[in-house]
């Protein structure tokens, strides 16, 4: 199965942002004040961890201009649940294009933290070797156990789109009624090319690690975590969930 990796570039070595754009981190483009998710557990505004927007092959959201949100509530690191999906302490949602503003979303006054910013100006598309009729056991933690060790192995574990889930815990976790996997989002930033820039915190990989060049602590998803992600396509706007495990 496809899977497409984000070749990442730090917001500090391009111009300002324009337009909706696939990025990790930073300020949310085109959202309204209301539209900015507050965490159902403390009450804050949460933290943007990615937006994608929409393509018809990496990332259907069902409509040209589309663009997909996701958050978690950074407020307070471990007291509110944000691991769970539905629990109000994360939002996954798809926004009309008609409803984006047009301009970087400003900062709530409750200040949520900003994680780094980092822009995707193109994906690199590799085969993971999951055959179709393999797909449906990735999905169920007994028929997940029962798949060779070298074919999950062979999943990527870092931030991603399309392809099958790299589990940590339970493949059990995995929502029904019509919810389908789009990607995870790994807790550590993969540079799969070098910054032309120097940051604080961004590190060479000596040993480039499945041809990583750098990388960069990420969102908190607990010790190691991948947060994963789902949508459900109805007769309107689909539907987001998000939800992570670490080991």
């Known amino acids: 199965m496809l899977n497409f990796l984000p070749i990442l570039w730090l917001a500090e070595e391009l111009p300002a942002q324009s337009g ?3 990025k990790l981190g930073g300020l949310p483009w085109g959202l309204e004040p209301d539209a900015w998710p507050k965490c159902r557990d403390c009450g804050k505004s949460q933290s943007l961890l990615a937006q994608f927007v929409h393509d ?7 409509r040209p201009g589309r663009v997909l949100s996701v958050f ?8 509110c649940s944000t691991w769970e999906g539905g629990s109000g302490a994360n939002a996954c949602f798809v926004t009309e294009p008609e409803n984006l503003t047009g301009a970087l979303s400003a900062l709530p006054d ?18 993971d070797g999951v055959s179709e009729s393999d797909r449906a056991s990735f999905f169920i933690d007994s028929a997940y156990l029962q798949l060779p ?13 399309g392809g099958v889930p790299s589990w940590i815990q339970s493949a059990d976790e995995t929502p029904q009624d019509g919810w389908r996997f789009i990607g995870q989002l790994d807790c550590t930033y993969t540079f799969l090319r070098a910054p032309t820039v120097e940051m604080d915190g961004v590190r060479k990989d000596e ?10 602590e990420g969102p908190n998803f607990g010790d190691g975590g991948i947060a994963y992600l789902f949508l459900r396509s109805g007769s309107g706007v689909p539907e987001g969930w998000f939800f992570w495990q670490c080991g």
């Open 56 to 62: 018809p092959v990496r990332l259907d959201l069902g």
């Open 149 to 161: 060790e070298a074919t999950r192995r062979a999943i990527p574990d870092f931030t991603r789109l």
């Open 207 to 216: 040993e480039g690690w499945k041809g990583r060049s750098h990388y960069c």
């Open 72 to 79: 978690q509530c950074n407020h307070e690191p471990g007291m």
């Open 110 to 127: 409750d200040a949520p933290a900003v994680e780094r910013e980092a822009r995707i100006l193109e994906w690199r598309v590799s085969d």
């Open 20 to 22: 909706a754009q696939d």
